[in-house]
């Protein structure tokens, strides 16, 4: 199984000065560079968040905590907000892609679009990647962990057996659903082949 060439991340069009200032940061760090408690971490985000600074985090209303118990493993939900506060997401299929510019409603969105080759030539020892839309713990949602994020070097050389699932190993076709990036890539544009407002 092969990644396809590109590569897909949303912004709202709000963070577009703070992304060619800083590059593409996790929503931890913005919390840190807003100055907030790091309670925020973990903190469910029913609502879009405004920060001091101007710069927007999206609402996590997909996962609240309630539905998140049902399906994690080995992790209370506040871990799991920790957990994907600390990545950078970009999207892998277009399908996901639309469905996520769809939620966004009214809100003007930038895309952005990189060669997955040449990012991973830089960062792929803090790429992982997931199996499920991690984000998302609604209407039967998988079971999830820290193990739904499986290193990029590891599912090169295993597939999704670095997975370790109770219910079976996914097979290798399964293709992955998301590409995380650890903390930041404070060199984002210069991976960014085409910006496209929506």
């Known amino acids: 199984m092969q990644l396809p060439p590109l590569l897909f991340h949303l912004a709202e069009t709000a963070n577009l000065r703070s992304i060619e200032q800083l590059g593409l940061l996790s929503a931890s760090d913005l919390i840190e560079r807003a100055g907030l408690p790091t309670v925020w971490h973990e903190r469910h985000r029913p609502h879009r968040l405004v920060l001091p600074n101007g710069v ?47 939620a966004c409603g009214r809100f003007p969105q930038i895309l952005y679009v990189v060669k997955t080759e040449k990012l991973l030539e ?26 739904t994020f499986v290193p990029y070097l590891d599912w090169i050389e295993r597939g999704w057996h670095a997975e370790g699932r109770d219910e079976g190993v996914r097979p290798r076709s399964h293709a992955p659903a998301e590409f995380a990036v650890s903390r930041a890539i404070p060199d984002w544009m210069d991976f960014v082949m085409e910006i496209r407002a929506l």
């Open 122 to 147: 830089r960062y792929a020892s803090s790429v992982a990647l997931t199996p499920i839309n991690s984000g998302n713990a609604r209407r039967r949602p998988a079971v999830r962990g820290a193990k």
């Open 56 to 102: 927007v985090l999206r609402d996590q209303k997909p996962m609240p905590p309630t539905a998140l118990k049902r399906c994690l493993r080995g992790m209370t939900p506040e871990e799991w907000h920790r957990l994907l506060n600390s990545k950078v997401f970009l999207w892998i299929d277009r399908e996901r892609l639309n469905r996520q510019r769809d």
